[in-house]
């Protein structure tokens, strides 16, 4: 528009000049009310309008239909099309339509009022020819930019398709999973309630079989519990409340409930928490996440083995780590590790998992905005760490 003015003026045409620089002037200001005031509809029906009626009156001052005017018409209507939206798609059409078969039949009765403004042959043939160009130029980038825009979404789509497809496999195999693993466990739980039900044990029996009944039960529970969260998560979304905590005081109850667990099983659990660590963390997935990890070192370390959780800082950064001297995680099940890809696993005391805990804490701790990962190695042991932001 703006680079129409000197061309129209310089090749005689003063009136097509002047409408060029009122069309520029009211499509920058519709330009501002769409970028910055967000009247984006509005803008375009109103540019549009303005665009269609302003080259119709172009029309008897540019030669009418000797003239280059319905070319810019046509330049228009594609433009006008690309930035619709799809509902005003038939208004358009029929709007062009009508104004230029108005002209057509304007100048087809009433010729005289068509005005050439042309100094001479060459100015015309030269308007013709810019005018063409121009459409052709302008044409080609709308169709591009057409085309990219639809290639990047169909691209866009055929990615979420395939994430989709995987996570509905992933999760399809974890219901699968965890359908299996339940049974076993609540099989269980069954018998030792039948065994205690008959009271025909001694006094080492019966504690026997009440820590077959606790252990089973906090395995379930354990299963269950992130099952919950996890089926919570995929329903409503994660919810996050980041507040100002206490490591210490945040990570102390749940420490002392699994210290029950390892005791149990004849680990030792040690604890070094540096008292003075604030940050902002969400208080319930904290636990969540440090209940997983003790729990695994737990469920992976044999009986006499010992387990340490710790909490340092580290720069701007609270570093809290849970290592163990466990069996360690075998090198083809690393990359898998914070994943849906998940198996059952067995514990050196064959509790079972499935490893959805690791995965609900690796995104919860992104949540939080930090991160967690892990160092192993076979037969040695395993170290967690989780880094979360201190409170400045």
């Not at 069309?23 to 200001?29: R, V």
């Not at 006008?80 to 339509?97: D, N």
């Not at 169709?143 to 990615?159: H, P, R, T, V």
Request: glycine share 6%.
């Amino acid at each position: 528009m703006a680079f129409n003015i000197p061309f129209n003026y310089f090749s005689g045409l003063r009136t097509t000049a002047f409408i060029f620089a009122f069309l520029t002037l009211m499509i920058g200001y519709l330009y501002y009310m769409t970028r910055f005031k967000k009247l984006v509809s509005s803008s375009i029906a109103i540019s549009s309008f303005l665009v269609i009626m302003l080259f119709a009156v172009n029309y008897f001052f540019s030669g009418g239909i000797g003239g280059a005017t319905f070319l810019s018409l046509m330049l228009a209507f594609i433009l006008i099309i690309i930035v619709s939206p799809r509902k005003f798609y038939v208004l358009w059409v029929v709007f062009s339509l009508l104004v230029a078969l108005g002209l057509l039949w304007a100048e087809y009765y009433y010729p005289d009022i068509i005005y050439v403004s042309y100094p001479d042959r060459k100015a015309l043939f030269v308007d013709i020819a810019f005018t063409y160009g121009t459409s052709i130029v302008v044409s080609f980038l709308s169709i591009f930019y057409l085309k990219e825009a639809y290639n990047a979404e169909k691209k866009s789509a055929d990615q979420k398709a395939v994430e989709l497809t995987r996570l509905n496999e992933e999760k399809l195999k974890l219901f699968s999973i965890i359908s299996h693993d339940l049974q076993a466990p609540l099989s269980s739980l069954h018998s030792y309630i039948r065994l205690i039900a008959n009271d025909r044990f001694n006094a080492d029996e019966r504690k026997q079989v009440e820590r077959g009944l606790a252990n089973a039960l906090h395995g379930t529970q354990e299963m269950l519990s992130n099952m919950l969260v996890w089926s919570q998560n995929q329903l409503r979304g994660t919810h996050v409340a980041l507040l100002p905590n206490n490591i210490q005081e945040v990570l102390t109850p749940v420490i002392d409930i699994q210290k029950i667990y390892a005791y149990q099983k004849g680990i030792e659990l040690e604890t070094s928490i540096d008292a003075s660590l604030n940050a902002l963390v969400d208080r319930d997935m904290l636990q969540l996440i440090v209940r997983n990890l003790i729990n695994n070192a737990i469920k992976f370390t044999p009986p006499g083995g010992r387990i340490r959780v710790s909490a340092s800082r580290s720069g701007t950064f609270c570093e809290i780590t849970v290592a163990d001297n466990g069996i360690g995680i075998p090198e083809e099940q690393q990359a898998a590790l914070f994943s849906l890809k998940t198996r059952s696993t067995y514990g050196t005391n064959n509790e079972r998992g499935i490893g959805l805990g690791l995965f609900l804490c690796k995104e919860y701790a992104k949540e939080q905005n930090g991160a967690l990962s892990f160092e192993s190695e076979l037969g040695k042991g395993t170290q967690f760490y989780l880094r979360l932001p201190l409170i400045v």
